[in-house]
C-alpha cells in the first residue's frame, strides 16, 4: 500500500531552521504531485508548499515564501521542505502528500511531523 513516512521535526529556536523528508512507497513516485501542509493547535489544516511531477514548477503559500523550499529527488522517492528563518507561527504538525498528475485532490497522506519553533 501507499505510504508517506516525515521526518526531520523538532524543536528549533526563532531564526533557526529545519529540513524535512517524505519519503514515499507503494507508488510511482515520478508520476505524483507532492505537496506540504501544516495544521497547528486549534487551526485548520492549510496548504504550505507543492511541487510538479517533474520538480519543474513550485508553489508556495505567501506566509513561507522566501523561507521555505521544496525540492524533490524521484530516484530517492523522497520529498524535502526546507525551512530558514522560522518563526514561532510555523509552529505545527506538518504533512506531506501526493497527487495523481491529473487529479484535483492529494489522495495519499502521511501521519505527520511535529515542529515547534521557540521565541
Known amino acids: 500500500q501507499v505510504q508517506l513516512v516525515e521526518s526531520g521535526g523538532g524543536l528549533v529556536q526563532a531564526g533557526g531552521s529545519l529540513r524535512l523528508s517524505c519519503a514515499a512507497s507503494g507508488l510511482t513516485f515520478s508520476s505524483y504531485h507532492m505537496g506540504w501542509f501544516r495544521q497547528a493547535p486549534g487551526k485548520e489544516r492549510e496548504f504550505v508548499a507543492s511541487i510538479s511531477w517533474s520538480g519543474s514548477t513550485t508553489l508556495y503559500a505567501d506566509s513561507v515564501k522566501g523561507r521555505f523550499t521544496i525540492s524533490r529527488d524521484n530516484a530517492k522517492n523522497t520529498v524535502y521542505l526546507q525551512m530558514i528563518s522560522l518563526k514561532p507561527e510555523d509552529t505545527a504538525v506538518y504533512y506531506c502528500?501526493?497527487?495523481?498528475?491529473?487529479?484535483?485532490?492529494?489522495?495519499?497522506w502521511g501521519q505527520g511531523t511535529q515542529v515547534t519553533v521557540s521565541s
Open positions: 502528500a501526493a497527487r495523481g498528475r491529473i487529479s484535483t485532490q492529494f489522495s495519499y
